[in-house]
């Protein structure tokens, strides 16, 4: 597989995934249920389904006033954003046979 379909794949999955947990999440408030531990919710969104966190938080409106996750979560985004543009940016090394 190639890789960049492969990378695509995965940061399709899990912000996919970051949007389901805070649909989870937000029902399981509601019902008083055991919750999705906030620890969860930010992994997900570090190992790259930043977006999908933030959708799901507006979507679902949940998680919105807990400045952790209103702050935080555009934070991680940012920071993911960062790293792409500076690794595109990077110099391609001249490799010699």
Avoid: C, W
Avoid at 8 to 23: D, E, F, H, P, R
Avoid at 31 to 46: D, M, Q, S, Y
Avoid at 48 to 70: C, D, E, Q
Avoid at 78 to 90: D, N, P, R, S
């Amino acid at each position: 597989m190639n890789s960049l379909v492969f990378l695509l794949t995965y940061l399709a999955v899990v912000n996919i995934a970051g949007l389901i947990l805070m649909g989870m999440d937000k029902r399981k408030a509601r019902l008083g249920a055991f919750r999705i531990p906030e620890l969860t919710l930010f992994t997900v969104a570090v190992i790259g389904g930043s977006l999908g966190s933030i959708a799901g938080m507006y979507v679902f409106r949940h998680k919105t006033r807990v400045k952790r996750f209103k702050f935080g979560l555009p934070a991680i985004l940012i920071l993911q954003l960062a790293a792409v543009v500076f690794l595109i940016l990077q110099p391609v090394p001249i490799r010699f046979l």
